[in-house]
């Protein structure tokens, strides 16, 4: 069983209105740009939608370069919440104090965790880089490594990964912090839109959906099985997601399923260095990682107990139980092999105005130096490599495949 730090319940005023029940549709075709898209120049007649300064946020399925394969991304308004669990919330965690008053941006939020149907495409360019770099083709130096990422390593046992489920709507999980950081970065370079993981202040709000008790639909639990996939309810497994009901928000799987990582180091006194700061934005609450663990998953998955499913609970990561049994060495960057890191995915956000290039990078890059002396020790010992990502990159697969 995996454990949890529990997180807090919210007071929210939102900015704009917002219509849950939507369709997801490829919009602007007349935008010249790919951050164009997802706005609207008219408020749709149905469907969500988020007043902004010359249109409307809508829903929009992103496609992913080079494949038919989709993330549907929801508008989310701008509003006020407090971040953390007031001090009489059932089943509270010291961590989830004290609550402090965070404003968040607008931003799109994936509809759902990463499934395996996507993340399997940021699988592939392990070969792919591989043959790149035998054919000369995209050469990596130090002159275009800011450009590059690398991709997981081919899995050494595909059944333990894929014990708990693999279809394509399942979420993938035993995913690292750095393997999502990658993969949104991929996805970035490769569509154009500027797509991260989301902080944890952003995350928890995206999760409350303007509500401010333990649980997106109330404090009692007796409902959960119509929200979550949790311990009592997934006897085979990972679900499918979206198989249960969304959040006020429209979002699938904010509680339960997997367990989603947020960009921010774990203190145990929770949010006490920001609490003579607040109000804050939720871009600036964030203890940027300076060590691979323990940083900050929420939501809970389907491993873990009801009440570690709250909108306020948190988990510390843990690396060295997490890769235990991992056989090499060192143990992967990329992959979680231990009981307590099967259950971990991550959800992918983008801000209504894009981040400048030096916040972005805290996002796509690992932090912590551990992850880049094993990403290159990796690397070295022939098990990894690094390969440019950009929009001419699905081109060049397609070339590559000829």
């Given at each position: 069983?995996?454990?949890l ?11 704009f209105a ?7 549709s490829?919009?602007w075709?007349d935008a ?8 609207a120049k008219e408020k749709p ?8 300064e010359?249109?409307?946020?809508v829903p929009?399925s992103?496609v ?7 993330i549907d ?6 509003g006020?919440?407090k ?11 010291d ?7 965070v ?20 699988m592939k ?6 043959e790149?770099?035998?054919s000369?083709?995209r050469p990596?130096?130090?002159s275009n ?9 081919e899995l050494y046992?595909?059944?333990?990964t894929y014990?708990?489920g693999?279809?394509?709507d399942q979420p993938?999980v035993t995913?690292t912090?750095?393997?999502?950081q990658?993969?949104s ?7 154009g839109?500027?797509?991260r993981l ?6 928890e709000?995206?999760a409350?959906?303007?509500?401010t ?12 099985d119509?929200?979550a996939?949790?311990?009592d309810n ?7 997601v979206?198989?249960?009901e969304?959040?006020?928000f429209?979002l699938y799987?904010?509680?339960?399923n997997?367990?989603e ?7 145990p006194?929770g949010?006490q260095a ?7 934005r ?9 060590t ?18 709250r909108?306020?609970a948190?988990?510390?990561s ?9 056989p ?16 971990v ?5 983008r801000?209504y105005?894009?981040?400048?290039t030096e916040?972005?990078?805290?996002f796509w890059?690992?932090n912590a ?7 290159e ?6 098990r ?6 950009d929009?001419?990159?699905p081109?060049?697969?397609?070339e590559?495949?000829?």
């Open positions: 069983m995996m454990y730090h529990n997180r807090p319940a919210v007071s929210f005023s939102l900015g917002l219509c849950v029940s939507w369709t997801a490829t919009v075709a010249p740009d790919a951050a164009s898209i997802g706005i007649a149905e469907g969500a939608a988020v007043e902004v010359g249109g409307f946020m929009y992103l992913i370069p080079g494949t038919d394969v989709t991304m929801v508008p989310v308004p701008a006020t919440f971040l953390g669990s007031p001090e009489d919330e059932a089943d509270r965690n961590d989830e104090g004290p609550q402090i008053e404003n968040v941006d607008p931003m799109w939020v994936a509809k759902t965790e990463t499934t395996w149907g996507q993340y399997r495409e940021y360019l392990y070969s792919i880089f591989k790149f770099e035998a000369g083709v990596v130096d130090d490594k800011v450009d590059a990422i690398t991709a997981p390593t046992d595909p059944s333990f014990e708990y693999e279809d394509d993938a995913i912090q750095y393997s999502a990658q993969f970065k991929w996805l970035s370079r490769v569509s839109q500027q797509l989301p902080t944890e202040a952003e995350w709000y995206a409350r959906g303007g509500t008790t333990a649980y997106s639909w109330g404090d009692s639990v007796d409902e959960i119509d929200y996939w949790f311990f997934a006897d085979d497994g990972l679900g499918a979206a198989s249960k969304p959040n006020p429209g799987d904010m509680h339960g997997a367990a990582w947020t960009i921010n180091q774990h203190t006194d949010y920001f609490a003579d700061k607040a109000p804050l939720a871009i600036d609450v964030v203890n940027w990682p300076s691979s663990s323990e940083c900050v998953v929420r939501g809970g998955s389907f491993l873990m107990d009801a009440e570690q499913l909108s306020a948190r988990m510390a843990d690396d060295a139980p997490w890769k235990e049994d991992d090499n060495f060192p143990r992967s960057p990329w992959w979680f092999t231990s009981e307590d890191g099967r259950g995915g991550f959800r992918i956000v801000s105005q894009p981040l400048d916040l972005i990078k805290k890059e690992p130096e551990e992850v880049v002396d094993d990403v020790s990796r690397i070295m010992g022939g990894g490599g690094w390969g440019l990502v929009p001419e990159l081109a060049a697969i397609k590559l495949k000829k």
